[in-house]
């Protein structure tokens, strides 16, 4: 059996790249707090994510056998050739990196190294959405679901190891696949998977759209493999079946989603994309979202890319890679020019990012303070996260710093009023002072 | 039918017991990478590293999980103590990852493929810091631990857990039983079970300076030195489930390691560098 390196003896060539690659070269890590080189892991592999010539590159290192081992390098030159638009350039280099193990012998391995798309993954998005609210979190299961419609439509293969850290929600407003190693095309005599990703996927974004409340608890091994999707499927609905893509695309409130997604071609006016929101159903037609009153009148034309929920009477629209926020009438509360927005109904602030820069709204659409940051998080108990500078602190509704940011790392503040926070590589919880427990 | 297939959650956790002598006799000095150590600091910096793999393993995007809880018990003299900082003897990933330790810059010279030599640096956390004094008080070790893996699975019984796994290193013999006792606690140890399977219990036995005859993963007495510590070493030793052997069979050259015992005698650094990166196999198992 071949013997595989640990994290860290992966680390430390990562760390210290000079010589220890065979192709790849200007390597640089990315460090995250608490760790030299941000790393994530999947199954049997370490993900590292380091800087390629000044790109985002993620190095996939094998740390266990597996019995689908002979198949990546096949399935990564298989999904060259399909040249798919949702699949992340990648590529399989044999014997790339020279690793030294924790008894001193060196070796070269098998890396993977994937281009990162321009985005955040899945799994981020996922915890900024469970963190927000729910009409936001509706709003992203049908996204995701159409996404799965729309490849059903559009692409022959299988991903076949789909979870939160591999799917990227990118800023141009796709979604782009990672790690696809263990891709499929039906068929290809490789795998007689009939799209059961796309199966399971449709199915876990139902039983999430029908159950919100099961969104919080989805984190990471909700996804992590598609007989645990099955298998969890069939505890949320007992003695079910998992239904074939052909039962899913029949099923109604899949079919009016996407008329691409239920194979159905026929002109309409628009069709229903989501429940109703204070009033005004989001709607679609020909690939354009609009609005349209309970009554079927079209209230906002169809001119959207995207149209989320009406939430306190506002809704987040997109438009290319563009992201605005309008109110009942159709007016641009802020216009569509933003890179990302958060409408945080129940604290009545909206957080908007233009030129990498985040500011505070009030629900009016004027700024309440100059002050911008680097990045924010979700507001929990009247306090959302900011960065500046690289450091973390804590903001109130008024854009003002209540807890400064001197913090290399945090969390959100938690029921109790605690969050946990790093400095110097030392964690501990502060309360909403920013006094140290 | 015992398992040992148990996929390792948060829900089914696993645990490793690790047991470590800090008799006098591990002052005795080693080599280890490259330069002259005490048994004792070579095995400190080994359960180190092995804990920092096992913290790795589990770190995700939200944090450290707690897929293990994890114990380092040294015996020495009249001690049985936990190695690990803390009142608490379990630790599990999240609170080791956290833990304000002692850190320290390893540089190690590498010969890379091309011919040149470059420092490679790395920085470890040390939980544990190296111990030696006084007798070998096995005896009482293997009850405390026995006390660790019995609460455990108590308190996991009816789950689906990949069992504890214990990982005694000795470089000598208890002084506090006979070889009869001994071998009663380590029977006592390895008929705790879940419902994966029973506890594994893995002895290693440190070579004195230089000895370069170690044996690991006997499948026999006959493999070992004639003496009746080496087989009550094979005794104590759990047989290898399936889900080791071909990590087993890697490092032994065996094609069937069918009877082979979790047992290594007058192993080196390297030996012990092997054999724990084996006992910790089930972070491989982590959903």
Known sequence: MKKYPSINDYAEAVLNPEGRFRTLSDIKAIASPGVPVSYTLNQDRVNFRVLRHGMEYMLSCKLAPRPTDDREEIAIKMAADLASPILAPCEYLRGEIYVFDDTGAGRYHDLIATEIPAGIPLYRHLAKLAAGNKNSRETFLRNYLLFAGEMAANEAFSHNNLNPTNVFVCNDGQTRLTDYRLLSIPGDGLSDNDSLFLTVTALIARALASNPELFRGCGEEFFSSTEIMKNRIREIFPGSEVLSLQQILEDTPLKTIHPAAAGDTRQTDYEFSGKQHEGLSSVVSEGKFGYAAANGRVAIPMQYDWGGDFEEGLALVRRGGEMGLIDKGGREILPIEYEDISWSADNGVILACRDGKWRFYDRGGNPVSDDTFDNVGEFSRGLTWVMRRGKYGFANRNARMVIPAIYDDVTSFNDEGYASVEVAGRRFAIDMKGKTI | ?287
């Open chain 2, 1 to 287: 039918m015992n398992g040992y297939s148990a996929r390792i959650t948060r829900k089914n956790p696993s645990a490793f017991i690790f047991m470590v002598d800090t008799s006098g006799s591990m002052e005795e000095k080693v080599e280890f990478n490259g330069s002259a150590m005490s048994k004792s600091g070579a095995v400190a910096s080994i359960i180190n590293a092995t804990l920092g793999e096992i913290v790795a393993r589990c770190r995700r995007e939200d944090g450290y999980r707690d897929y293990f809880d994890i114990a380092v018990i040294g015996y020495g003299g009249d001690d049985i103590r936990s190695l690990l900082p803390g009142t608490e003897t379990f630790h599990t990933p999240a609170r080791l990852a956290l833990m304000r330790t002692k850190t320290s810059k390893i540089f190690k010279t590498r010969a890379l493929p091309d011919g040149r030599e470059a420092v490679a640096v790395t920085e470890v956390k040390e939980w544990v810091q190296p111990a030696a004094l006084g007798k070998t008080p096995m005896y009482a070790a293997m009850n405390r631990a026995y006390d660790l893996a019995r609460e455990w699975t108590v308190k996991h019984s009816g789950c689906e857990c990949f069992p504890p796994v214990v990982i005694n290193i000795t470089d000598g013999e208890a002084t506090d039983a006979s070889d009869e006792d001994m071998a009663k606690v380590a029977a006592k140890i390895r008929s705790l079970d879940t419902r994966d399977g029973n506890v594994l219990l893995f002895n290693i036995y440190i070579s004195s300076a230089g000895r370069q005859d170690g044996v690991l993963f006997p499948a026999s007495c006959g493999e070992l030195p004639d003496t009746p510590h080496a087989r009550l070493l094979f005794d104590m030793s759990s047989p290898v489930p399936e889900v080791y052997s071909g990590a087993v069979g890697a490092i032994t050259g065996k094609s069937d390691t069918a009877g082979c015992r979790g047992v290594s005698y007058n192993a080196s650094m390297t030996d012990i560098i092997n054999m724990l990166n084996i006992g910790t196999i089930s972070v491989n198992l982590m959903s």
